[in-house]
C-alpha cells in the first residue's frame, strides 16, 4: 500500500534559520497536503497541492509538489518562535496517509 | 463555529473497562474519521466513514469499533482497553471528494493501565 515517508524527524533552529521538511510517497499522488500541529494542539490544514510541478507560498512559508507528484517540500524562511510545532504530510490517494511528521523547535 | 469536538479530552482507565469516546462535527461533512498519534508514527487511521451507516477499517483497527448513526457523530469504542491503546486519539471530518481539507477535533489523551 501507499507509504509517506517524512524526514527529518526534529529539527532544532535558531530564530532567523531557515528550515525545511520533506515528503516522499512509495506512489504517485493526486494531491498533497500540509498541516501544521502547536504543541499540545491538533493538526490545521495548512495548504493542499495538486499540480505537478506546483509550488505555493503562504508569507515566510513555500510549498512544492514535485513534478513525478511524488515528493513534496515546505521551507519555511527566517524561522520565528511561532513556527514552533510538529508540520506534517498528507499524501492523498484513493486514501490519506500521514508522514510522520517534523517536530519544529526554534531557539529565540 | 465550525467545529469537531471530542469529549472526554483526558480518560485514565484500567485494562479490560470499556470506554466510548464520542465525536461530533457541526459542518454537515459526510466524511469522518479517527486517528491515533504516537511519537515517530504520525497519525495513523483507525476507522473511517463514508457517510451515515457507511463505516471501514483504515490502518491499525484492532480493538476499536466505531459506529456511524447520524450524520454529525462518530463514536469511537474500545470493548476490552489494554495498555497498547495508550495514546492521543483524533477525530476528523471533511466534505466527500479529494481536494478537502481536514478538520481535527482537540484530541483525547487516553491512558490504559
Known amino acids: 500500500g501507499q507509504q509517506v515517508m517524512q524526514i527529518p524527524q526534529y529539527q532544532h533552529v535558531q530564530e532567523g534559520e531557515d528550515f525545511t521538511t520533506y515528503c516522499n510517497s512509495s506512489t504517485t499522488l493526486s494531491n498533497i497536503q500540509w498541516y501544521k500541529q502547536r504543541p499540545g494542539g491538533h493538526p490545521v490544514f495548512l495548504i493542499q497541492?495538486?499540480?505537478?510541478?506546483e509550488v505555493k507560498k503562504q508569507k515566510r512559508l513555500t510549498f512544492q509538489f514535485g513534478e513525478a507528484k511524488k515528493n513534496s517540500s515546505l521551507h519555511i524562511t527566517a524561522t520565528q518562535t511561532t513556527d514552533v510545532g510538529t508540520y506534517f504530510c498528507?499524501?492523498?490517494?484513493?486514501?490519506?496517509?500521514f508522514g510522520a511528521g517534523t517536530r519544529l523547535t526554534v531557539k529565540p | 463555529e465550525a467545529q469537531v469536538t471530542q469529549n472526554p479530552r483526558y480518560l485514565i482507565t484500567v485494562t479490560g473497562k470499556k470506554l466510548t469516546v464520542t465525536c461530533s462535527q457541526n459542518m454537515n461533512h459526510e466524511y469522518m474519521s479517527w486517528y491515533r498519534q504516537d511519537p515517530g508514527l504520525g497519525l495513523r487511521q483507525i476507522y473511517y466513514?463514508?457517510?451515515?451507516?457507511?463505516?471501514d477499517k483504515g490502518d491499525v483497527p484492532e480493538g476499536y469499533k466505531v459506529s456511524r448513526k447520524e450524520k454529525r457523530n462518530f463514536p469511537l469504542i474500545l470493548e476490552s482497553p489494554s495498555p497498547n491503546q495508550t495514546s492521543l486519539y483524533f477525530c476528523?471530518?471533511?466534505?466527500?471528494?479529494?481536494?478537502?481539507?481536514?478538520?481535527f477535533g482537540p484530541g483525547t489523551r487516553l491512558t490504559v493501565t
Open positions: 497541492l495538486v499540480k505537478s510541478g
Open positions: 498528507a499524501g492523498v490517494n484513493n486514501d490519506m496517509r
Open positions: 476528523a471530518s471533511r466534505r466527500t471528494g479529494f481536494i478537502n481539507e481536514q478538520y
Open positions: 466513514s463514508m457517510n451515515v451507516e457507511v463505516t
